[in-house]
């Protein structure tokens, strides 16, 4: 069995908007990157992402994006709460809907070896993406940080 997951929210704002809060740092650092980010995502670049409730730096490698389209992205697999050797491939679309009044964006992840360790990492960042979707939705549309004080 391959693991991968999707999950996907409408965000009632242009794509343009949308696709900015997530590659702009201190955008993403006001809602989902709660330790902080450390660079615009561009393409060939490695960012660092901080969250307060997993410790250390998180290393992301931007390998591809498409203005206001698609980002991909590798970073390390972790299984069992340590680096599991392998990266995963995240990748983020945004979809302009509704005249461009709202966006759909999508996020998957794939890549987990096939192991209980891999299959409870998975469960783990599909819950992640979920909650970074909602994050990004309140922030965006309402100017909330949701996680502020979530893992303090």
Known sequence: MELKFRVSTHVSKPVEEVFDAVVDPKKLSGYFTTGGASERIAPGATVTWNFHDFPGA?????????????????????ENGKDAGYDTTVTMT?????????????????????????????????????????????????????RDGMYK
């Open 94 to 146: 945004f979809s302009p809907i509704d005249d461009n009044a709202r966006t759909l964006v999508t996020i998957t992840e794939e890549g987990w070896r096939e192991t209980a360790g891999g299959l409870k990492a998975s469960y783990i960042n599909c819950a992640g993406w979920e909650q970074m979707l909602c994050a990004l939705r309140v922030y965006i549309e309402h100017g909330i940080n949701l």
């Open 58 to 78: 998180c290393p992301v490698r931007v390998r591809e994006v498409e203005e206001n389209r698609k980002i991909v992205l590798n970073w390390e697999a972790s």
